[in-house]
């Protein structure tokens, strides 16, 4: 009777394990979407940093365009 109560006891610990790695991957996949969502935001961010960098600077080259034909350079 030990042995089948030592071999209960083991596929209990054995389902008990794997439940647990199932709720570790379950907990790292609903971090996943969190993740993507700050990458895209990340890239989001950087892009619209380059594109006021590069309005700025063509409104430079504009302005120093308007002065030649002005005359005033």
Not at 1 to 13: D, F, G, H, R, T
Not at 46 to 57: F, H, M, N, Q, S
Request: hydrophobic fraction near 35%; charge should be positive.
């Amino acid at each position: 009777m030990s042995s089948n109560m030592y071999l209960y006891e083991k596929a209990c610990e054995a389902h008990s394990q794997d439940l647990r790695r199932e709720a570790e991957k379950a907990q790292m996949l609903s971090h996943l979407p969190r993740h993507r969502r700050y990458i895209s935001r990340y890239a989001a961010g950087k892009l619209g940093v380059l594109l006021l960098k590069l309005g700025a600077r063509l409104k430079q080259f504009e302005q120093s365009d308007a002065e030649m034909e002005a005359g005033t350079w």
